[in-house]
């Protein structure tokens, strides 16, 4: 589990690791039906239990994850727009055996 105040993306196989200049990133949206399309295009339905409130709080998903005409650049400061849906995923790394 990510935890409170995470400053790090909560989808699941992100590049977290990998050096980027600068990263943006996005809270859960606080109202349900958005907040469920979002859990489900991320695969974070364990985040269920907690609830779009708790999940706009403590949770972010990095830019990384959208399509980039989702964004809105104002004044220098990026935006996701209204109707934005994570939908940019790795793919887990398959191990040998």
Not at 42 to 49: A, F, I, Q, S
Not at 71 to 84: M, P, Q, T, W
Request: glycine share 6%.
């Amino acid at each position: 589990m990510d935890g409170p105040n995470t400053r790090w993306c909560s989808a699941p196989g992100c590049m977290m690791n990998i050096k980027i200049m600068k990263r943006h990133f996005f809270r859960f949206p606080k109202e349900r039906d958005r907040w469920l399309d979002w859990i489900k295009a991320c695969d974070r339905m364990d985040l269920m239990v907690f609830g779009p409130e708790y999940a706009n709080l403590f949770y972010r998903l990095c830019h990384l994850h959208f399509r980039v005409e989702m964004f809105r650049n104002i004044e220098g400061k990026i935006y996701l727009s209204k109707e934005a849906v994570p939908s940019i995923f790795l793919k887990p790394l398959q191990t040998g055996k």
